[in-house]
């Protein structure tokens, strides 16, 4: 009854927000009335899906970052349901429960509505509904409450990286990018990458050139570890490799601390020592090279520094022996699993892409990705597949250059920092300690939620509150929102058409998300944003540059204003200025003909020879590419194992996968480490809000070994507070005997502090505030599972 | 007029409950943890850290197993529960009463209460909304990540469950209690 | 006086100021003051369930019958019990029980309407129920039959009663054994709703068809004893003691036959190595309620009566009144055990306790119904006491 009643407030223009416009102004006055909604919203929270008439949509599911196909079935303007869209090779017919749910993110009540304006303290929640053109100025010129963007660039002379922005992940994200990194001119862009798997893309890609595509269909063993693909689900692994676990060609041998579901789907179940996957790879090395199993001929072709490998290997003496301690994992295990798996004909060390949990992690993949070359298994059927690549050129951006802007500073403490999306710990701790070398004041977000992704969120706060600006693009009031200046409401995934995208590896593909409705009530597509935003910072900022930068004077001098204006990129809408429709018809009509529109338009996915080769084989199966035309092996000769790479040292990483002792794990008594994982009906804080799936997880428990909780005297539901050096939480428990007893796991995504989200308000506890803020020696991204917490029942 | 019918791979679920999802949204199934048509069960692993018996946790998807001898049919006083001219076990809510008597004698816990109109709720094979648009495929069956479910014509020797049915071992629910469900597990 | 067109003999007193007037004792105004605060408690309990409908009550999916199903199995066993009863003189000629006759009758016309009024708001629909009983039976469930049979009943109760009441002898034994008998089948249909659950071991056989006959007679008899000992004030004259005496024994008997059912349907059912059934069984001997049933309705009026063979009618008043509060037990526990095994053993969510044994304990709401049930029962029968002669014709 409650939530039925939570959808009439949605009609009414949402109840929850009144709390974010706080006392000041009456309800009337601030929320949008179901009339001035663009669109149509149901009336109740599912709605059975009728036999008359209906619009199939295809979509892109937007609920993670996966990229699922799909058809919205629309019926009189309102979508009454998400069918899987069997044409994509990589999701192959199939929605997740989160897909599923992808409606009630559209509809959820507390939906951002309307654009709104600081007019509080900041984080009192007291906001002004606004016009979007006041919205802009407020970005541009500020209010009495808050400086804007000409202003604190005025005072930087220009020093275009003294403002900040970030982006979590998504089809809008590289306009985004476009618009504040390359237009606008900032470098100082932090993302989702260094709070997630950064090490994993990087050790694959600088050992074997690529993070691989795996061919379940004809592989034959598979070590999955510290991968959970039963509930971090992922396509097409998901589908493709559960279909052959448990005794149908497909060994598994499941290596992780917990006992997940992809734990239940294996054969063997092998808990090991939180961070010690590198002590685990090693051993299995040295059985391999102690017996010569390996594929001596593919690593002499293939391999870099391949015999200094082995050497090195050997002579540490990385036996399962040694392993064993540190993992936890018998010594016997090993051998056996070492001996299996170069005896299998088509084995899988599964990559696993997931959060850096370890400050190894980038040893470990360089060590995972030369274990599985050793096996030969790479570049060919069965194994490791490289393919093609996508089938989408790149765009070409108008760039204009800002002769004071400084470079990025967040550097200490990281071996090869990346340029383009940096550090989000070291970013934010050198701002917070004063080690920039000048001031970030302003920090535009999108889809972004730091005050939930990053560890430490106190600290995040107070980079946050440091600033004197903060822009928010999002669809729900986050905690990040709620410490926003401006607030600027984005149409959800389901209400937009976003930028084409391919897929590449063994069956390439395009794909397009078209707009399953209009935009629901005042907001606004991302592309649309970029360029009324463009277009009402244009001018100001140029007028900025005009007056401190020297060059562009020069310029100006020489060719006039118009034209240095023009020529110079400094138009900074320029690349919005086609709607994204025309847009894609435009690169799509280019790369494939008009034929290939007419397909996109209608199926959402296009690939050439997609008509004759698309066949449906079973009421469950789809033939994407036939076998033949699929490129199992596409890098010959050119593939490189990349076994040792001395460039490395420059930076202080080892130049060969090393075990350092200090990764031991270790937990003082009487306290438990934290870890962190994924359930297949959760997406971290994106889908906090979502009531569908409040059903299926109503909160985050902590798991707490049985019989530790027995000790301590707690209960299954019972509160217990979770207390790290950093913060505290309380969590309702979960005893299990699917976790270590020096262990304990929490889903991330909880605990929000925003009283604008009705259902995720208060529930459960925020992980970021007791995650420790360390980070791993390679790129500074930030590693979860080093936080040891105490536990007391409250 | 069709025998319908389905098979579950069961060894391929994953307990990602998309199933559950798909059901509610496509038949505008209202939420609760326990208003339910489908569902999928797992239990804790039997044994203590670290030596957990992993044949203990497997998942089973379930639901209404449209019995060919329902007894929630049999007890209904009404004939709100009745076969459909497909073999699908339904529930006319014009004529239910609400005795909870089915609720009571279905051996598969697979009805429920619906809220808004009072009256017994379950699993209809998707009849009112896919398949009577001419679908062929449950929501369950269309949205499974890793295809557990293949949904069919039993009496056509030519359809995909029937060749599965002829191919594979397979089990039933609660065979003992002699209800013929219409629902089976493969092997 | 006689009214209407069926010339129905009503008291020649009956009126308002009658109902009215009572001893004023304590015991009595207390009794009245009950009786009418369980009357305020169905009008209010009746007025939550019409606001919040079956949420008012604790009823969930996998325990959909509560504390409502066990208080109308409650009553219309009472009305079974007392139909048997008042047979006993009337339809088969035993002399000594001729004289509870009319007030049997009567007892089990009130209590039925009693049982109706509970269900009525325990079922959902029960104006559809009216209708597709008739347009489209369901003639293979058990609840069709047990329904439309106490339907049946409820119409013969009527008819003997008001043959009764005009000393019309010949047609009230009639329709007394044609009530007795559509009344039996009702009742033993009860008992088939539970015994055809295949899905449910514990209740499923023959077991609670017979069973409920035989504990409506028993129920019968406590409550011969109880409307007795009221219209009596507990000062029997000789002829009443015979009568009750008569009673006590058989009472003593049924409680032994009962006794010995139950013991063999625990035994075998815990020892039978029946998987499910022995578990609930060993669930259920560990269980309260099933210990007030066993001591309120069998141990208590059992010793009393084996004191010296049901010669203390006083002391089987009171006996009896513990017997009518095991009864209920036993109606609470009949429905409750039924369904205390879960039909679905694994967890549907990651964060839950495996499914162990279904909790239950009644709403607010269906308690208020509940004892408002009862209220009107009282009620009624008072106000019958009132309006008709129910002592034996002369």
């Known amino acids: ?794 | 007029m069709a025998r319908y019918g389905m098979a579950l791979d069961y060894k391929n679920c994953i307990n990602c409950k998309a199933c559950e999802v798909a059901c509610k949204e496509e038949n505008g199934v209202e939420l609760g943890a326990e208003k339910h048509r489908i569902w999928v069960g797992g239990n804790n692993p039997d044994g203590q850290w670290p030596l957990l018996d992993i044949a203990s946790a497997a998942f089973m998807p379930s639901q209404c197993q449209h019995c060919e001898d329902a007894p929630c049919q049999e007890v209904c006083p009404t004939n709100a529960t009745y076969y459909d001219e497909n073999h699908v076990v339904r529930v006319d809510s014009d004529k239910c009463i609400l005795c909870s008597y089915c609720m009571n004698a279905c051996p598969y816990d697979a009805r429920y209460v619906d809220d808004r109109t009072m009256t017994v709720d379950k699993c209809t094979f998707c009849s009112d909304t896919r398949l009577a648009r001419g679908e062929t495929t449950t929501a369950c069956q269309n949205t499974c990540p890793t295809k557990v479910r293949t949904f069919g014509d039993l009496d056509d020797p030519n359809s995909e469950i029937s060749e599965l049915l002829r191919t594979r071992d397979h089990f039933s629910l609660k065979a003992h209690l002699g209800t013929n469900p219409k629902l089976f597990y493969l092997t | 006086m006689k009214i209407g067109p069926l010339n129905i003999p009503i008291k020649e007193d009956f009126s308002l100021k009658s109902i009215l007037d009572f001893e004023r004792t304590p015991i009595n105004m207390l009794l009245a003051v009950s009786v009418l605060a369980m009357l305020a408690m169905l009008l209010l309990g009746v007025g939550n369930y019409l606001i919040h409908s079956h949420h008012a009550y604790n009823v969930t999916r996998e325990h959909p019958w509560g504390l409502m199903i066990a208080v109308y199995i409650f009553f219309v066993v009472s009305s079974t019990g007392f139909c048997i009863v008042g047979s006993l003189g009337d339809v088969f000629g035993f002399k000594d029980f001729t004289m509870i006759s009319k007030r049997a009758i009567f007892g089990s016309i009130v209590t039925i309407m009693a049982g109706f009024t509970v269900i009525a708001f325990e079922i959902g629909h029960p104006v559809t129920m009216l209708i597709y009983n008739v347009l489209t039976p369901g003639l293979t469930s058990a609840i069709w039959w047990m329904g439309t049979l106490y339907g049946l009943y409820l119409t013969f109760m009527i008819i003997e009663f008001y043959f009764l009441l005009n000393n019309d002898m010949k047609k009230a034994k009639i329709f007394g054994l044609t009530g007795l008998l559509v009344g039996l089948a009702a009742h033993s249909n009860l008992g088939s709703v539970f015994g055809f659950l295949n899905a449910r071991t514990i209740s499923q056989g023959v077991y609670y068809p017979t069973y409920f006959i035989l504990t409506a007679f028993i129920t019968g008899i406590f409550l011969s004893f109880i409307v007795m000992g009221f219209r009596y004030k507990l000062n029997f004259d000789d002829k009443t003691k015979k009568l009750l005496e008569g009673l006590a024994k058989i009472q003593g008997l049924l409680i032994s036959i009962l006794i010995f059912f139950m013991t063999w349907k625990l035994l075998t059912d815990m020892y039978g190595g029946m998987p499910n059934r022995a578990e609930v069984a060993h669930h259920i001997i560990h269980s309260t309620p099933f210990y007030a049933e066993v001591i309120l309705a069998m141990i208590i009026p059992l010793l009393v009566i084996l004191k010296d063979f049901g010669k203390s009618p006083v002391l089987m008043f009171w006996a009896s009144l513990s017997g009518m509060v095991g009864i209920f037990f036993m109606r609470y526990n009949l429905v409750h055990d039924t369904q205390v095994k879960p039909l679905q053993m694994m967890k549907t969510n990651e964060y839950q306790l495996p499914p162990e044994w279904i909790e239950y304990f009644p709403s607010a709401t269906e308690i208020m119904i509940s004892l408002g049930g009862l209220g009107l029962c009282i009620a009624l029968y008072y106000v019958g006491t009132k309006a008709f002669d129910l002592d034996e014709s002369h």
């Open chain 1, 1 to 794: 009854m409650q939530v039925e009643m939570s959808r009439r407030r949605f009609l009414q223009g949402g109840v929850a927000m009144s709390v974010v416009g706080g006392t000041t102004f009456s309800a009337t006055n601030l929320f949008a009335s179901h009339e001035e909604s663009h669109g149509s919203v149901p009336t109740t929270i599912t709605t059975k899906t009728s036999t008359g008439e209906a619009k199939e949509v295809p979509i892109l599911c937007g609920m993670c970052v996966n990229k699922c196909a799909a058809f919205a079935r629309v019926e009189d303007g309102v979508i009454t349901k998400l069918n899987p869209n069997p044409y994509f090779p990589k999701s192959r017919n199939m929605l997740c429960p989160r897909g599923n749910a992808g409606i009630q993110t559209t509809y959820d009540p507390d939906r951002l509505k309307y654009p709104m304006i600081r007019i509080g303290k900041r984080g009192d929640g007291k906001y002004k509904r606004v016009t979007w053109d006041e919205a802009y100025d407020a970005i541009v010129n500020g209010t009495d409450k808050f400086k804007g963007l000409k202003q604190i660039l005025d005072e930087e002379k220009d020093n275009r990286a003294t403002v900040g922005y970030a982006n979590g992940e998504g089809l809008s994200k590289e306009g985004f990018e476009v618009l504040i990194g390359q237009k606008m001119g900032t470098p100082n862009y932090v993302d989702e990458v260094s709070i997630c798997l950064e090490t994993a893309g990087g050790g694959f890609f600088s050992t074997i050139g690529t993070y691989p595509e795996i061919d379940f269909e004809h592989a034959d063993y598979q070590i999955i570890a510290g991968a959970n693909r039963a509930e971090a689900i992922i396509t097409p692994d998901t589908m493709d490799m559960f279909k052959y676990t448990k005794g149908r060609g497909l060994k598994t041998i499941c290596i992780d601390p917990r006992f997940t579901n992809t734990a239940a789907k294996s054969d063997k179940w092998l808990p090991i020592n939180p961070g010690t996957d590198l002590a685990f790879v090693l051993a299995l090395t040295w059985v391999v090279f102690k017996e010569n199993l390996q594929n001596e001929k593919f690593m002499e072709k293939h391999g870099v520094g391949y015999e200094e490998y082995k050497q090195h290997i050997l002579s540490h003496k990385y036996t399962p022996e040694w392993a064993e301690p540190i993992c936890g994992i018998k010594a016997k295990e090993i051998y056996t699993i070492a001996r299996e798996f170069m005896d299998a004909e088509s084995p899988i060390y599964y990559p696993g892409r997931r959060s850096v949990f370890s400050p190894n992690d980038y040893q470990l993949r360089r060590a995972m990705a030369i274990f599985q070359a050793l096996s030969g298994n790479m570049d060919k059927k069965g194994g490791y597949i490289f393919g093609n690549r996508g089938l989408l050129p790149a765009e070409y951006v108008k760039q204009p250059i800002y002769e004071n802007t400084k470079e990025r500073f967040d550097t200490e403490g990281i071996a090869f920092p990346t340029l383009k999306s940096g550090s989000w710990i070291v970013f934010r701790n050198m701002v917070l300690e004063g080690k920039n070398p000048y001031p970030v004041r302003a920090m535009l977000m999108r889809k972004h939620n730091p005050m939930m992704s990053v560890p430490n969120t106190t600290k995040t706060r107070a980079f946050l509150e440091k600033m004197d600006l903060n822009v928010v693009i999002d669809i729900l009031p986050t905690d990040t929102a709620m410490l926003a200046d401006v607030i600027l409401p984005e149409a959800s995934y389901l209400e937009r058409m976003s930028p084409v995208k391919s897929y590449g590896f063994l069956e390439p593909s395009v794909v397009m998300r078209k707009a399953a409705i209009e935009p629901l009530f005042e907001t606004k597509t991302p592309e649309v944003i970029f360029k009324e935003l463009g277009e009402k910072l244009s001018k100001p900022l140029f007028e900025v540059s005009k007056k401190h930068d020297v060059a562009l004077q020069e310029l100006i001098k020489e060719k006039g204003e118009k034209v240095a204006f023009e020529e110079g990129g400094y138009n900074l809408a320029e690349p919005f200025e086609k709607p994204i429709e025309e847009r894609n018809e435009e690169v799509i009509t280019e790369v494939f003909g008009k034929k290939a529109w007419e397909t996109i338009n209608e199926k959402g996915v296009y690939y050439p020879h997609m008509e004759e080769y698309h066949k449906q084989l079973s009421p469950n199966d789809f033939q994407y590419y036939p076998k033949n035309k699929r490129k199992y092996t596409s890098r010959g000769d050119s593939l490189k194992i990349v076994c040792k790479n001395d460039s490395l040292t420059s930076g202080g990483i080892d130049a060969m996968p090393t075990w350092d002792d200090a990764w031991k794990f270790s937990v003082p008594k009487g306290e438990f480490r934290l870890i962190t994982g994924r359930h297949a009906q959760f997406t971290q804080s994106g889908t906090q809000n979502n009531m569908m799936l409040r059903d299926l997880i109503p909160t985050n428990f902590v798991w707490i070994n049985q019989r530790e909780a027995d000790k301590m005297g707690i209960k299954f539901g019972e509160k217990v507070e979770i207390k790290s050096d950093i913060g505290a939480i309380v969590l309702k428990a979960y005893p299990t005997e699917k976790i270590a007893p020096n262990q304990i796991f929490l889903l991330h995504g909880f605990g929000s502090e925003s009283n604008g989200m009705e259902f995720a308000y208060g529930n459960g506890g925020n992980d970021a505030t007791i995650i420790k803020d360390d980070i791993e020696p390679m790129y500074g991204a930030s590693v979860m599972h080093s936080t040891n917490c105490k536990i007391r029942k409250v």
